[in-house]
């Protein structure tokens, strides 16, 4: 059995800086495509960013410039710093991975305000 633990949201101003950790309890990460996503109140959940197995990443468009994706398959864990945070940024953001099957982690809630 999957699970995906997500960490490190929070409250931040706009302007700021947060960076999501998820840390996958799997044989094998490596062989994961990697991704976060993200469901702001009254929204469907959307894609934020995925990473390969190749380490090959994806960006919304809104996110690119400002967002960063990044594995570590040494720790089994994928990162998402994210930069010049706006306050329609705010959202719980899932981790995500899929290989043969897709699973997920329970969220963490990030907010940007002032």
């Known amino acids: 059995q999957v699970q995906l633990v997500e960490s490190g949201g929070g409250l931040v101003q706009p302007g700021g800086s947060l960076r999501l950790s998820c840390a996958a309890s799997v044989s094998v990460f490596s062989l994961y495509t990697m991704g976060w996503y993200r469901q702001a109140p009254g929204k469907l959940r959307e894609l934020v960013a995925t990473i390969t197995r190749g380490d090959v990443p994806n960006y919304v468009d809104s996110v690119k410039g400002r967002f960063t994706i990044s594995r570590d398959n040494a720790k089994n864990t994928v990162y998402l710093q994210m930069n010049s945070l706006k306050p329609e940024d705010t959202a719980v953001y899932y981790c995500?991975?899929?290989?043969?099957?897709?699973?997920w982690g329970q969220g963490t809630q990030v907010t940007v305000s002032s």
């Open positions: 995500n991975a899929f290989f043969l099957k897709e699973y």
